[in-house]
C-alpha cells in the first residue's frame, strides 16, 4: 500500500472518533467530538449572557475551508449562534438577542415589549415549546 493509501486509513480512523478541520492555510486541526460538544454548549451558555467565549475549536472552524466548516457545521450546528431572553408578559414583555457573529464577537439588541419584532420572536418561542 503506497504513503497515499496510508494516510487515508489513518484518516478515515481519526474520523471514526473525531473531527478534522481543514484550515485554508492548509494545516489540519483535529478535535474530539465531545470537546466539540462541551465547546458549543458552553458558547451557548455564555452568549445567553451576552458574552463570546475564547474557543480553539470555534476559531479553528472560523479558519477552515468552505468545505470543511459546510461539513462541521451540518454535523455540528452552526457557530454563528443567536440566543434569546424573553421577558414575561408581567415583566414587560421585552426580548434581548445575542448573536455570536462571524468574527467571534457578541452583538445584543434590545426589543421593547409590544414592539413588531419582540412580538414576532415571542410567538416562535410559543410555537416551539420549552427548550429542555
Known amino acids: 500500500m503506497g504513503l497515499k ?11 471514526s472518533e473525531g473531527v478534522i478541520l481543514r484550515l485554508r492555510d492548509g494545516g489540519l486541526r483535529i478535535f474530539d467530538r465531545m470537546e466539540i460538544a462541551k465547546e458549543m454548549f458552553l458558547s451557548q451558555m455564555d452568549l445567553m449572557l451576552g458574552k463570546a467565549r475564547p474557543s480553539e475549536v470555534l476559531d ?12 462541521f457545521e451540518q454535523e455540528q450546528g452552526s457557530i454563528e449562534m443567536v440566543g434569546y431572553i424573553i ?17 467571534g464577537t457578541v452583538e445584543t439588541i434590545h426589543y421593547e415589549g ?10 416562535e418561542a410559543r410555537q416551539r415549546g420549552p427548550a429542555f
Open 87 to 103: 421577558a414575561a408578559d408581567y415583566q414587560g414583555g421585552w426580548v434581548d438577542e445575542h448573536r455570536l457573529l462571524e468574527d
Open 60 to 71: 479553528a472552524v472560523r479558519a477552515a475551508t468552505p468545505e470543511s466548516r459546510a461539513a
Open 5 to 15: 493509501g496510508r494516510l487515508q486509513r489513518l484518516e478515515q480512523g481519526v474520523q
Open 114 to 123: 409590544g414592539s413588531e419584532e419582540a412580538e414576532r420572536i415571542r410567538q
